[in-house]
């Protein structure tokens, strides 16, 4: 148990461990004389603090039905041992938040000395069968630390990182406010969840190929009505087969055990939350001083899609990298307005080799690569692992995929819903909601999760080139984040929601988005002296040239 000590008083902080995120007054940093019993003032527990400073106390009283605990600031001066009634350790039973929050920071390389800078306020949490806020608020806590970091290893402080519970939660579902105009539709008519003969599948079809391949299959028009009579008349499992080998993209409904026994689902399971692969570079790059933006100059090359790639490009914006999308021509997708702040968005069309030469010059000066691409499709391309590092060897390589790197389904079509059905998320959805149907999660947590993940992985990548003379190339996907979210499932009776989103939550500026004007959620993260904002508002793809 780590002490802080000063002569005569002890310095203690008051941590509810239902929500270890949140601290009760009194905060750390206040101070008690020995033997106060003014702790018992804001907690149903008393502590005997003996007036011998440096002495463990032995004589204390804790009720544990309040679940409140007393730590000791990580930052202590002294270290006595461990004592017999000590914390139970972090799991995902007792602690959602600091669970997630210790896996997710371990997997992209974070030191645990650093997550002491990092705090949480507010409280609610989304309805859900899992722990969705937890999830949320411990991948933004880990991109914001990894700023934090890259500022400590370029200026020698670590500022202090705050994550609000409320708004992580409002980002993993909308951050834009029309003024006067409305957002459309972010999924096609056909889309959705279909009763088969022997239970439950999803169509994805917003590209216009995915719902093609899906009707050709069906022989079914693009109508609601006309694919339910369709889709009812198959085997679920039988559907997916024939849609995926047709090159659209569907998803049975799975259980949870269900998927702990199919090949793919074992397969995820024994991936690490994020494969990472560093090289040895001939000499550390350099690093102009940090000011606010303390990402200004680093250039991100983004070839990715709706949804997960995106979050984490527009976060890496957010603290001022000059994020530029490309995407082929004609293409479009759904919700590009929450996803499209910050950044440049350019079409190249990389069937011809002047494209490819253009993207290759782009790649060759980029700091970052985060990319979606399936494995096969950007080694088409000329542009497998071994190719990106000859172009660019100093290059940080940030990837995912939706099913996971290794298995059967390896580089297998899907997005955030297909992976909550076949991973089992939705079919505990709907079994704990007591509903008839797939319940998914509230909000995409899946791809949100995994982007600010990927950010966090992005930061510590330029962080470890410029301290340890490493490039490295990391990757994840959707199902390995769904198998770790499956580890905390919660009670839908038990959630607290947040409060709902007011005006006073959102930024004061207009953005004068290319659809409209609107206001944006404030940030979900705050990292002191280092305001996070968007130089560009939300734009259309195919608005700027293909250019640094």
Request: net charge positive; glycine share 8%; hydrophobic share 40%.
């Amino acid at each position: 148990m780590g002490l802080h000590t000063s002569p005569g008083f002890w310095k203690l902080r008051i941590c509810n461990f239902q929500n270890p995120g949140e601290q009760s007054a009194p905060r750390y940093g206040t101070t008690f004389a020995p033997g106060s019993s003014r702790l018992g003032q804001h907690t149903s527990f008393a502590l005997m603090v003996v007036a011998e400073i440096g002495v463990l106390p032995t004589q204390r009283t804790i009720d544990y039905s309040s679940s409140t605990h007393i730590i000791a600031s990580p930052r202590a001066e002294m270290t006595m041992p461990q004592h017999p009634d000590a914390l139970p350790p972090v799991s995902p039973a007792n602690s959602p938040l600091q669970y997630f929050l210790k896996e997710v920071w371990r997997g992209v390389g974070g030191g645990a000395e650093h997550l002491e800078y990092l705090t949480f306020s507010a409280s609610g949490s989304l309805p859900s069968a899992f722990a969705v806020t937890d999830l949320a608020c411990a991948t933004v806590g880990a991109a914001g630390l990894a700023v934090a970091e890259w500022v400590h290893a370029t200026s020698g402080h670590f500022p202090p990182v705050k994550v609000d519970r409320r708004l992580a939660s409002f980002w993993f579902e909308s951050t834009l406010r029309p003024e006067g105009w409305s957002l459309p539709s972010r999924w096609d008519a056909v889309a959705g969840d279909y009763r088969a003969s022997d239970g439950w599948i999803r169509l994805h079809t917003n590209a216009p190929h995915h719902r093609a391949a899906a009707l050709a299959v069906l022989g079914a028009p693009a109508d609601k009505v006309a694919v339910t009579a369709a889709v009812a008349n198959w085997r679920a499992g039988d559907l997916e087969t024939a849609v995926v080998d047709n090159g659209g993209c569907a998803a049975m409904m799975y259980s949870l055990k269900a998927w702990e026994r199919h090949p793919q689902g074992q397969a995820v399971l024994a991936e690490p939350l994020m494969h990472r692969q560093s090289a040895r570079l001939a000499a550390k790059p350099g690093c102009s001083p940090v000011d606010t933006r303390p990402l200004a100059g680093i250039r991100v090359l983004d070839l990715t899609r709706i949804l997960a790639g995106p979050v984490a490009t527009r976060f890496l914006a957010g603290f001022g990298a000059e994020v530029l999308r490309i995407d082929p021509p004609h293409w479009e997708e759904p919700g590009i307005a929450e996803v499209s702040l910050g950044k440049r968005c350019a079409r190249l069309d990389l069937k011809n080799a002047q494209g490819r030469e253009q993207l290759e010059h782009l790649l060759a000066q980029a700091d970052v690569l985060v990319h979606g691409y399936r494995p096969e499709a950007l080694a088409r391309l000329g542009l497998d692992p071994v190719s990106r590092r000859r172009i660019n060897p100093s290059l940080v390589d940030i990837s995912l995929d939706a099913y996971g790197w290794t298995g059967p389904w390896r580089g297998r079509r899907g997005f955030d819903s297909l992976v909550q059905m076949s991973a089992g998320i939705a079919e505990a959805g709907m079994l704990r909601s007591g509903r008839d149907r797939p319940t998914p999660l509230p909000v995409q947590a899946l791809d949100h999760a995994t982007g600010y993940m990927m950010a966090a992985a992005a930061i510590r990548g330029l962080t470890e080139r410029l301290t340890q003379g490493t490039a490295c190339a990391n990757r994840t996907s959707l199902a390995r984040v769904a198998s770790l979210l499956a580890t905390c499932p919660v009670e839908f009776e038990s959630a607290k929601p947040p409060l709902p989103a007011s005006l006073s939550d959102y930024t004061d500026d207009i953005e004068l988005s290319a659809w409209g004007p609107a206001r944006r959620l404030r940030p979900p993260v705050t990292i002191a002296g280092l305001p996070m904002y968007w130089d560009r508002p939300a734009t259309k793809l195919g608005s700027s040239p293909a250019r640094w």
